[in-house]
Structures are given as structure tokens and as C-alpha cells.
């Protein structure tokens, strides 16, 4: 019984609730030795990215992901821009847009035929056109991705649709708009 409570209150105290946004240097270190999938995917711990962007501790997410891209393991060409968006992200939710969008230009790929034909570099155009407040660049990228097939493509239309009715706010805000 007293196992089982002290097993609970370790739980209790590891819980997301009760980290809040605290990042130290000895919460990046374990993270260092997380695979790809452990620590941007699932959020291994309280204290990956992911977990931390859950709990909308966006500077410290942004901080844990630039710590992994440098001291992390070797990671693949695609999943070095899979953690380089998702810091993008966390940059821009944290308000620092233009910081955003310069990491998210470095997420576009080699052009590269994909079963369904994803087009993930329109996407990230009309990302960066929205946090760097370029509307013709941000209407002809919605315009493009929403005529492309696919259920990926179809998505990403309509994370770039609700940046474009949104275009005065904040990245937070506005991918957090209503779909169309």
C-alpha cells in the first residue's frame, strides 16, 4: 500500500500539471538521448518540446528543440526538418514571428514525389508568408494547396485558410481561427 501511494505521488509530481514551464539543464540533458519519434513525436518526458508545447510553454519548447537539433542524435535529413518546423512553430506561438519564419524556411524539401502527392514546401510558403505579412504570397499559396488532392494536402489548405482569415493576428491566434 504505502509502495503503491509513493508510487503515485512520484507520478503525481512528474505529471505535466506539476512541471509547468520549468526547463533546466538537467531536464535537456536526458532529452539529448531520446530518439526522434521518443522526443517530437510522443514527448518521452515532461520535459520535450512536445510536452512543453502542450502545456503552452512555447519559449521553453522552442528552447528544448534547438538544444536537441544540436546536442541530440543524429537525425535523418527529414526529421532534422520535422524538429526545425516544430521549433518554428514554438517560436511563432511565442510571439517572435520573424524568428519563426526564418527556421521554417529552412523545412523546405527537395522536390520529391510522394505516394499522395504532398506538397509540403507550399505549406511552408504560405507560412512564412503569413508571419512575414506578405497577403499576395499567403492568398497564392492557399489558393495552390487547396487545389492539390490528397487528405495531407487537404489539411495543411486548411491550417493556411484559417492563417489567411486570421491574417491580422497573431500566428497563435490565428491558427487557433475557425476553419472557414
Known amino acids: ?41 510522443a514527448g518521452g518526458t515532461p520535459w520535450t518540446a512536445r510536452k512543453l508545447g ?8 522552442a ?11 543524429e537525425l535523418t535529413e527529414r526529421q532534422r526538418q520535422v524538429v526545425s518546423w516544430h521549433l518554428g512553430q514554438y517560436l511563432a506561438s511565442s510571439g517572435a514571428e520573424l524568428e519563426a519564419a526564418r ?26 508568408a503569413f508571419l512575414t505579412k506578405d497577403r499576395a504570397a499567403m492568398d497564392a499559396a492557399v489558393t495552390a494547396l487547396s487545389g492539390q488532392e490528397g ?18 493576428k497573431s500566428y497563435r491566434e490565428a491558427y487557433a481561427c475557425p476553419a472557414e
Open 151 to 168: 487528405m495531407r494536402n487537404q489539411i495543411n489548405a486548411r491550417a493556411l485558410r484559417r492563417l489567411q482569415g486570421c491574417f491580422d
Open 1 to 41: 500500500m504505502l509502495a503503491a501511494l509513493v508510487t503515485a505521488l512520484a507520478l503525481q509530481a512528474a505529471s505535466p500539471d506539476a512541471v509547468g514551464c520549468a526547463l533546466t539543464p538537467e531536464h535537456l540533458t536526458p532529452n539529448r538521448t531520446l530518439s526522434f519519434e521518443s522526443f517530437d513525436q
Open 54 to 61: 502542450e502545456r503552452d510553454c512555447y519559449v521553453e519548447a
Open 63 to 73: 528552447r528544448a528543440s534547438e538544444d536537441y537539433l544540436l546536442h541530440g542524435p
Open 103 to 128: 527556421v521554417m524556411a529552412t523545412t523546405i524539401r527537395r522536390e520529391e514525389m510522394t505516394p499522395d502527392n504532398f506538397d509540403w514546401n507550399t505549406y511552408v510558403l504560405g507560412t512564412h
